[in-house]
C-alpha cells in the first residue's frame, strides 16, 4: 500500500497569513525557521533573511529544496493633507484587482486596517474618462481626517498586505493570499518531517526558504553560494491554464487536482526529468507535463547558473488567480508534489551523473 501524506493543514493556513512581502519575511520566517528546528539537525539564516535547514549535512549528493517565504504586496510612499496614503507594488502586483480591496499596513504594532480607494464609477462615466488603471490612481483610506492623524498610526516604508483569510473550497480546494509561494516553504517543512520520521536518505538535504523572490530571485542566489548544492529542486506553482481567459493551447493544458506540473525545457535537467518521470511512474504519483522553453521566473533559474552549475528541476503545484489575494489550489496536488520530493530524494546517490552527455 502506497504511503499517504498528511497534510498540515493548521501550519500551512498559520504560515499563509504571516506578513511578509519581499524585503519584510520576517513574520513568515519567524514560524518557518521554528517549525524547521524540530526536524532538522541544525537550522541557520542569512543577512538577507533566508531561512535554512539541514538533515544528513555529509551525505552524498547535496540536494537544496526551496520555497520562497516573500509575498507580493505594496508599501507607503507618502501620505496627503487628508491622510489617504499613497503606495507602490512590491513585486508584480496587478493594479486592476486592488480597488476596495481590504489590506492590513504592518507598523511593527498591531496591523491597521486600510481599504483601497479609487474614484467612483459614476464620476469616471460622467467625465468620460479611460478605464485603464495605474497605481497613482488608488489610495489607502485608514478612516482618518488628516496627515496628521495618519502618521500617528502609520509611517512612510510600511509594507501592506492583502487582508483577506485562509478558506476551505468544495472538496480539497483551498483559497488564500500568498500562496505563492509560501506554499514551497510549507512543502519543504513536510519533507523534512517525513525523513525524521524515516531513515535519511544517502543525500544531504537542504531545505531553504528563501527571500526576496518576487524581486528577482534574489534570496536564492545568496542561499545557493552558502549550500553549494549539487541538486536543486524548486517546489513553487505554476498556471492553472484551462480557467477563461487562458490560452491552453499555447500554454499546454494543465489543471488543479490532476497532479503537480513537471517542466521540461531549459530550466529543468533532462536526466532530472527523466527520474521524476519514473518515480511517479513507479509511485503512481500523477503529474502534468508542460513545455518551458525559456526561464522560469523561478528560483531554479538563477541557481542553475551559479558556481559551476547545478542540476535543476521543479515541482510545480498548479494555481488560479496568481498574484491576487485569492490564490486558489488543489490540497491533492500538494500531497502529492512532497511525495514526489521525497522519492526522488530517496533515489539519488553520489554515483548518478546528470551531466546530458554521460
Known amino acids: 500500500m502506497k504511503e499517504v501524506i498528511a497534510l498540515d493543514t493548521k501550519l500551512l493556513h498559520k504560515i499563509l497569513e504571516a506578513p511578509s512581502p519581499s ?3 520576517t513574520g513568515a520566517q519567524a514560524i518557518i525557521q521554528e517549525e524547521l528546528d524540530k526536524v532538522c539537525e541544525s537550522t541557520s539564516s ?4 533566508n531561512v535554512m535547514g539541514t538533515r544528513n549535512k555529509e551525505g552524498n549528493p547535496v540536494v537544496m529544496l526551496t520555497g520562497h517565504s516573500d509575498e507580493i504586496g505594496l508599501q507607503i510612499t507618502s501620505v496627503n493633507e487628508h491622510g489617504y496614503l499613497r503606495f507602490r507594488p512590491i513585486g ?3 493594479p486592476y484587482v486592488l480597488p476596495a480591496e481590504r489590506v492590513k499596513i504592518h507598523t511593527g504594532g498591531e496591523p491597521v486596517l486600510g481599504v483601497i480607494g479609487r474614484t467612483p464609477i459614476h464620476e469616471l462615466r460622467e467625465n468620460n474618462e479611460q478605464s485603464e488603471i495605474d497605481f497613482t490612481d488608488l489610495w489607502i483610506d485608514i478612516g482618518v481626517h488628516d496627515r496628521e492623524e495618519a502618521l500617528n498610526r502609520v509611517s512612510i516604508g510600511d509594507p501592506v498586505t492583502y487582508a483577506s483569510n485562509f478558506e476551505r473550497l468544495h472538496g480539497d480546494f483551498i483559497v488564500s493570499k ?8 510549507f512543502m519543504g517543512i513536510e519533507v523534512m518531517k517525513y525523513f525524521d520520521k524515516h531513515q535519511d536518505p544517502e543525500a544531504a538535504i537542504h531545505v531553504a526558504s528563501t527571500v526576496q523572490e518576487e524581486l528577482g530571485a ?3 542566489t545568496v542561499a545557493s553560494h552558502r549550500i553549494k548544492p549539487d541538486v536543486m529542486i524548486a517546489l513553487t506553482e505554476a498556471w492553472d491554464t484551462i480557467v477563461p481567459g487562458m490560452d491552453s493551447e499555447k500554454l499546454g493544458p494543465t489543471e ?8 521540461r525545457g531549459a530550466n529543468m535537467n533532462s536526466k532530472l526529468y527523466d527520474l521524476f518521470m519514473e518515480v511517479a511512474n513507479a509511485e503512481s504519483i500523477p503529474v ?8 522560469t521566473g523561478t ?5 542553475q547558473i551559479s558556481r559551476d552549475g547545478v542540476t535543476t528541476g521543479l515541482i510545480n503545484i498548479p494555481m488560479r488567480y496568481c498574484h491576487t489575494s485569492s490564490e486558489i489550489i488543489n490540497l491533492r496536488d500538494v500531497e502529492s508534489g512532497i511525495k514526489l520530493a521525497i522519492e526522488v530524494i530517496k533515489k539519488l546517490h553520489g554515483n548518478l551523473s546528470f551531466k546530458p552527455l554521460e
Open 218 to 220: 534574489r534570496g536564492a
Open 256 to 263: 488543479c487536482g490532476k497532479g503537480p506540473i513537471i517542466l
Open 23 to 25: 524585503g519584510f519575511e
Open 178 to 185: 500568498s500562496v505563492d509561494n509560501k506554499l514551497g516553504s
Open 92 to 94: 508584480s502586483v496587478d
Open 288 to 295: 502534468q507535463i508542460q513545455g518551458e522553453p525559456g526561464r
Open 46 to 49: 542569512d543577512v538577507l533573511g
Open 299 to 303: 528560483d531554479a533559474w538563477p541557481v
